[in-house]
């Protein structure tokens, strides 16, 4: 089982940054993918940013270019550098492991975006 833990949400004007990090409970050698998923209010939970065990790095179109998925096995992270932040990037974010054929999700860290 994968425990995961995000940080690093809050409040940002318009055009700023914020950085999230989750830090997992197992080496990341032993995980398939980590990815970041949000879900604004009364809308599904989409996919954000996904990172392979090897490194290779998809985005949603939305965020293209002004979004950074990166991991650090040595300390079991992955973070999400998320730059020229819109209004519509207020959500709650969450962090993602697949794992033996499970999927394991993070409590969820909030990201406001004041416009």
């Known amino acids: 089982q994968v425990q995961l833990v995000e940080s690093g949400g809050g409040l940002v004007q318009a055009g700023g940054s914020l950085r999230l990090s989750c830090a997992a409970s197992?080496?990341?050698?032993?995980?398939?993918?980590m990815s970041w998923y949000r879900q604004a209010p009364g809308k599904q939970r989409e996919m954000v940013a996904v990172i392979s065990s090897g490194g290779t790095t998809n985005y949603a179109d939305s965020v293209k270019g002004r979004f950074t998925i990166s991991r650090d096995n040595a300390k079991n992270t992955v973070s999400l550098q998320m730059n020229s932040l819109k209004p519509e990037d207020a959500a709650v974010y969450y962090c993602r492991a697949r794992y033996q054929g499970y999927l394991y999700w993070g409590q969820g860290t909030q990201v406001t975006v004041s416009s």
């Open positions: 197992l080496s990341f050698f032993s995980i398939d993918g």
